[in-house]
């Protein structure tokens, strides 16, 4: 007979040494930028490591609000988990050279995405937008955040974009098997950039289940 308890406190203390693992990196602003399951190794609950660093880099470029920063996306990184904007970028490659993104984030997403397919959940196409837009979304990439989210008109059109990927990825969380973790998931899988939540916030909730509180 399982003890749902014992599964339960492994789960948190995974998952909290996992994201600590991830802001050990963001303290030191490195972006891994080619996160995946078989670049997180757990020998035990408290035994994480981190590997394959070729792509990352360091960023110490700030910006604030949805003014991100200009950003040449690798072309390595393994396209089943990264970021639904830098999937765009990914499928119109002669088109979109750089990117304004939040690296970070992105990175975020990949590690929602890792977590969710380790539990055996299809994440195929849950970082893909509808390819009929993908020139839409490429001017939020390409112009500014703000041209397409804060235009009276078009922010309507991607308001429906993002809802029809949000609603495939929400399905898709319903079906990981610790329920504790469900928001904190949602929060990560966020489609839209400026609303998905930074590791810092993420690594608040993994103390908590942990414990761990902050004041």
Same mark, same amino acid.
């Given at each position: ?47 994480? /490591? ?10 110490? /470029? ?17 396209? $089943?988990?990264?970021?639904?904007? $830098?999937? =765009? ?5 002669? /088109? ?33 937008? !509808? ?9 939020? $990439? ?8 804060? !235009? ?28 504790? $973790? ?15 939540? =930074?590791? !810092? ?15």
């Amino acid at each position: 007979m399982k003890n749902h308890n014992i599964e339960n406190i492994e789960i948190r203390k995974i998952f909290s040494n996992l994201i600590k693992a991830f802001h050990y990196l963001r303290e030191r602003n490195i972006v891994h930028n080619d996160i995946s399951p078989i670049n997180i190794l757990i020998k035990s609950p408290d035994e994480i /490591k981190i590997i394959d660093f070729a792509e990352s880099f360091e960023c110490i /470029k700030k910006y604030e609000g949805s003014a991100f920063n200009n950003f040449i996306p690798s072309k390595y990184a393994n396209e $089943l988990y990264i970021s639904p904007e $830098l999937m =765009t970028q990914r499928r119109m490659p002669g /088109k979109i050279f750089s990117v304004l993104y939040d690296p970070f984030k992105s990175d975020v997403f990949s590690l929602g995405l890792s977590i969710l397919s380790t539990c055996r959940i299809d994440v195929t196409n849950l970082n893909c937008f !509808d390819l009929n837009y993908d020139v839409f979304i490429k001017s939020m $990439l390409t112009v500014s955040y703000g041209y397409i989210a804060y !235009d009276s008109l078009k922010r309507i059109s991607y308001r429906l974009i993002r809802e029809k990927l949000q609603k495939a990825i929400d399905e898709a969380i319903k079906k990981f098997p610790y329920d504790i $973790l469900y928001c904190t998931l949602r929060r990560m899988l966020e489609v839209d950039i400026v609303e998905r939540a =930074t590791i !810092d916030e993420i690594y608040k909730d993994a103390k908590y289940y942990v414990g761990i509180f902050d004041y």
